[in-house]
């Protein structure tokens, strides 16, 4: 067996809903190694190969895979966080044993959609970055066109939940977010 077990470590306030939790869980094994293989049988990975991370999203629920840990947001309860961590060990064994049969897929893939970004961004359509709307805001951001930092108010204290979750996502997906406000 590739990945043996796993174990919660942290249960916090969920960033992005604060009706629900946001759950670390440590591994027993590293399981980078696994990573291009999923991102070659799952649909809707963001692989971000130089970080090591893949990112899942599962019934509007948000699995991050690292090295040594899994994070997972938007989750109910502890419960639920369980059977997550179990179907996931299971795939991670699953693609693990049938990995000579796979080609493995080291690109970013799953592009970030718009919609994604847009769900993130303070929706005021306010117009201070210079886009009529937050969604051709976020058109722009997904295509590179547009810096994050434009949309000034999202670095406001209201949107600091949305804010930390949509850099990760962008982290994840490789578009360029210095450390300073994956930090905030
Ligand atoms: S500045 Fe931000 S909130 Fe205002 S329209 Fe642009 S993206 Fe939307």
């Known amino acids: 067996m590739f990945l043996h077990s796993y174990k919660i470590t942290h249960t916090l306030p969920c960033l992005a809903d604060p009706m629900k939790i946001r759950v670390i869980a440590d591994v027993s094994e590293e399981i980078q190694e696994v990573f291009p293989y999923l991102n070659a049988v799952l649909k809707g990975c963001i692989y971000n190969h130089p970080a090591n991370t893949l990112t899942i999203r599962k019934d509007q629920k948000l699995i991050t895979l690292h090295a040594v840990h899994i994070t997972l947001a938007k989750i109910e309860d502890e419960k639920e966080a369980e059977e997550i961590l179990s179907w996931l060990r299971d795939l991670i064994n699953e693609t693990y044993e049938k990995r000579e049969q796979i080609e493995p897929n080291y690109s970013m893939a799953a592009e970030l959609k718009a919609l994604d970004i847009f769900k993130l961004l303070p929706g005021t359509s306010c117009k201070k970055c210079g886009e009529l709307t937050c969604l051709a805001f976020a058109v722009k951001l997904v295509g590179r066109d547009i810096e994050i ?36």
């Open 149 to 184: 930092k434009k949309c000034d108010p999202l670095f406001s204290e209201k949107y600091q939940e949305k804010r930390k979750v949509l850099f990760e996502l962008l982290h994840a997906a490789g578009y360029d977010v210095p450390n300073v406000f994956l930090d905030s």
